[in-house]
Every structure is written in structure tokens, then in C-alpha cells.
């Protein structure tokens, strides 16, 4: 009824992913490696256990730590628009990505379905960006909730739930307005500009959802018919998808206009559905 179990995982990857990290909307590219990006490398361990128990109940928990080297970013201030070819504005570096799984199934009875939780940390460096420090990546996601159950009423009839809770995602957003000193023409003066806080510093809001459905079974004697209802986000959670500054920047000062809102835009409301499906 005991389990133990190990991996150690070394792995290669020609492509590289190259993503933005703004608070709007993402540009994401598959690249392949070249003479000056080289491929990604990494190599992950994992050590866990899991144990059978009575009444159809099985838990398993383990444990993670994975190395990543070579990964791809934009170099600070370039991005998908800048001139030239791409591998000018992209900067090479590292990543480490660490944490602890727990799942919980019971897959006997009336009742049955899962329960899973996630503690996770997943962290990029390169040498220009950040002072050369570790910062969360935008995918980084600390916790991570998950919540499945089915129950038959009888052969015909049963209901379904399914509930995910996660972290929101890191952004990075200018947090004050300065002067800095600049030298021009011979003379020293001083330029407005926007300073950011540290690259994926905040958080956007908690996601959570939860989605139900109720399925009715028939049998007849050539062919046997279901018809399934449901909800997806069934509370109509406004989950975040992605922010902007409601005023935005200046374009003559390429400064954030002082006061400015944010503003969340959400996807996908609550979606009801409904099927009628026949077999035979």
C-alpha cells in the first residue's frame, strides 16, 4: 500500500520561448536556437511517496527542484517592435523553478473525485535585467487549488463540481514619477521619467472559478441517450485577464500620468450549456 518513487530528468530544447512581461497584452514567439542563442539545457529531480488507503482513498505528495539555463528574454527596453534581427534584443540567463505537490483521490462509492494543491516558485535572472537578481517569472504562480467531485445519485443520474483557485499573475508597473539628471549639448539639466519597482514585483488578483454540470442517463432498448447541463463559472467570477492604466502614458514625457487607474478586463462570464447526446 506504500509507494516510493524518484526521477532525476536531464533534458535539451532547441526552441526557445520568448515572451513579454508587460501588464497588457503578450506577444509570444517559438525561435529556434542560432549560433548566438544556444539551446536551452535543464535537469530536474523529484522525490515523493504515495499510500493506499481504505475506502478507495490514495494520496500522494512529492516534492520538485528544476534547474533551466540559456532561457530567453527581451533585453531591457527592446521589444517585439525594435529593429533588426531578433537575436540583437534578446538576452540569455537562467531560471529555477521549486516546490511541493498533494494530491488526494477517492475513486470508489457514490462519491468520488480529487483534491490538489500545488506550493510553487519559479524565478528567471539574467545579467542585465533586475540588477543581475532572481525575479518571479510572469507564469510563477505560489499556490494552486484544485478540486474535482462527482456523485451518482443512481445509475442514471448524477451531478459534477469542480473548483480551481490559483495565485495571480506577476506584473511589473511603474510605481513613481522623477527627475533624473541628464547632460545635453554641452549642459546639464534634468529629463522626467517613470521609475519601475522591481520586474514582477505585484501580483494581479486571485483566480478562482467554479464550474457544475448535471448529467441524466436513459437506457433504451437500441440505444441509450444522456442529456448533460452545466455551468462554467458558475458565480460569474470576474477573473482577471488582463490590466491597463486607464490614462496611460504621456507621450511627451513618456511619464505615467500621475493619479491613473487601473483597469482589469475580464474574459468569459459565466457559460451555460446544455447537449443531448444518443449512442447506439
Not at 131 to 153: A, L, M, Q, T
Amino acid at each position: 500500500n506504500t509507494e516510493v518513487f524518484a526521477s532525476y530528468t536531464v533534458m535539451g530544447q532547441q526552441l526557445q520561448y520568448l515572451t513579454s512581461e508587460s501588464i497588457g497584452l503578450t506577444w509570444d514567439q517559438w525561435l529556434p536556437s542560432t549560433e548566438s542563442v544556444t539551446p536551452q539545457e535543464a535537469w530536474q529531480t523529484s522525490i515523493g511517496i504515495k499510500q493506499v488507503f481504505s475506502h478507495g482513498y490514495t494520496l500522494t505528495m512529492d516534492i520538485y527542484y528544476k534547474k533551466m539555463n540559456n532561457l530567453i528574454t527581451y533585453k531591457e527596453g527592446a521589444s517585439i517592435f525594435s529593429l533588426g534581427a531578433w537575436e540583437n534584443i534578446v538576452t540569455q540567463g537562467e531560471g529555477i523553478a521549486y516546490g511541493a505537490e498533494m494530491l488526494l483521490e477517492k475513486t470508489f462509492g457514490d462519491f468520488t473525485g480529487w483534491i490538489g494543491y500545488t506550493l510553487a516558485y519559479s524565478n528567471r535572472r539574467f545579467s542585465d535585467k533586475n540588477f543581475g537578481e532572481f525575479y518571479p517569472y510572469k507564469f510563477d504562480r505560489r499556490h494552486d487549488i484544485s478540486f474535482v467531485g462527482n456523485y451518482s445519485f443512481n445509475e442514471n443520474v448524477s451531478i459534477s463540481t469542480s473548483w480551481v483557485f490559483g495565485t495571480g499573475n506577476a506584473v511589473t508597473l511603474a510605481d513613481r514619477n522623477m527627475n533624473t539628471l541628464v547632460y545635453d549639448d554641452g549642459e546639464y539639466g534634468t529629463k522626467p521619467i517613470s521609475s519601475f519597482g522591481g520586474i514582477n514585483s505585484l501580483r494581479m488578483p486571485k483566480y478562482h472559478r467554479l464550474d457544475v454540470g448535471l448529467s441524466l442517463k436513459k437506457e433504451r432498448k437500441k440505444f441509450s441517450r444522456v442529456i448533460r447541463i452545466g455551468a462554467y463559472n458558475a458565480y460569474n467570477r470576474k477573473n482577471p485577464y488582463l490590466i491597463l492604466l486607464e490614462d496611460g502614458y504621456d507621450e511627451e514625457t513618456n511619464m505615467v500620468i500621475p493619479n491613473s487607474s487601473l483597469i482589469q478586463y475580464s474574459l468569459f462570464p459565466i457559460i451555460p450549456s446544455i447537449s443531448y447526446s444518443i449512442s447506439f
